[in-house]
């Protein structure tokens, strides 16, 4: 009875969890050093996560055979405009979310000044706490903000969420240049970002789940895992390079990233039109 208890409510524990283990990751790594060490564990709890889903998760999902040739490949999905135009928009926004997972905590180890002007950026221990707080918020956040959003369309929440991005990476680039408090500009950035975050993915599936034919809906979503997986090639390289160019270069390169926007806003007016032509289009 116990374990049914835990398997029925473990889903609740998850952001909690990953919550806790960003504390600890970090509080490891602040006081031992020892990076091989972490990413060895990790390896290794992956390891066994794959165990777990490979003997204990049976596959429930009874595909139907498709008559037309077209269905379920990827030149039909390939010839979707409004897929493609959403495809463009979304690994944008990976990229941004790129900069914050991947290059962000380099850029505070590194470049943003501590107030007490001792070291040389925030320590690891700081930074471990900044992306807790930021996880704990998003878990706050997710229900209120969603709700909050079903009263826009998909590509205007879109929109919403880069333009939390633009915001925070102003903000990130006034954590650098701020001449105090710098440690409270970075905690509102990571506040931002959350809401960023969280008002992106709801927003995306419902856009994706919409364009998607019943029978093509496992290669749209494929094409989307794409996007994510494009977004984190192009992202944390050009962050990186970035960084290694001049602290100059570093701190503006935020400011870049806000203008990027602009584009990525565009692109997600567009495919506001394009969903509202191809409404139109399915009612006549």
């Not at 079903?150 to 915001?167: D, G």
């Not at 440690?183 to 950035?189: H, N, S, Y």
Request: glycine share 6%; charged share 10%.
């Amino acid at each position: 009875m116990a374990l049914w208890t835990l398997h029925r409510n473990l889903p609740q524990f998850i952001p909690l969890l990953c919550n806790a283990g960003i504390l600890l990751g970090g509080e490891i790594v602040g006081l031992t050093g020892a990076y091989r060490a972490l990413f060895l564990c990790n390896a290794i709890g992956f390891v066994v996560f794959f165990m777990l889903i490979y003997t204990k998760v049976s596959e429930t999902y009874q595909p139907q055979k498709s008559s037309s040739p077209l269905e379920g490949n990827w030149a039909a999905a390939l010839s979707d405009r409004c897929l493609l135009v959403y495809a463009i928009a979304n690994t944008m926004a990976v990229v941004y979310a790129s900069q914050f997972q991947a290059v962000l905590p380099l850029y505070w180890k590194n470049f943003a000044v501590a107030d007490s002007a001792i070291e040389q950026g925030f320590s690891v221990t700081t930074i471990s706490i900044l992306f807790g707080w930021h996880v704990l918020l998003a878990i706050v956040c997710q229900l209120p903000i969603t709700r909050a959003l079903k009263r826009w369309s998909p590509p205007h929440a879109m929109i919403f969420s880069t333009l939390m991005w633009a915001l925070g990476f102003v903000v990130i680039w006034v954590t650098g240049i701020a001449p105090s408090v710098r440690l409270g500009w970075a905690i509102l950035a990571t506040e931002i970002f959350a809401i960023a975050a969280v008002s992106l993915t709801p927003a995306a599936v419902s856009i994706v789940n919409s364009l998607a034919p019943p029978s093509q809906r496992s290669v749209y979503f494929a094409l989307n895992s794409l996007c994510g997986s494009l977004g984190y090639i192009i992202g944390p390289p050009l962050g990186t390079w970035v960084l290694d160019r001049s602290p100059q270069m570093a701190d503006r390169y935020w400011l870049f990233l806000a203008a990027s926007t602009v584009f990525t806003i565009g692109i997600l007016q567009y495919l506001h039109r394009l969903l509202q032509q191809r409404t139109v289009v399915s009612y006549q």
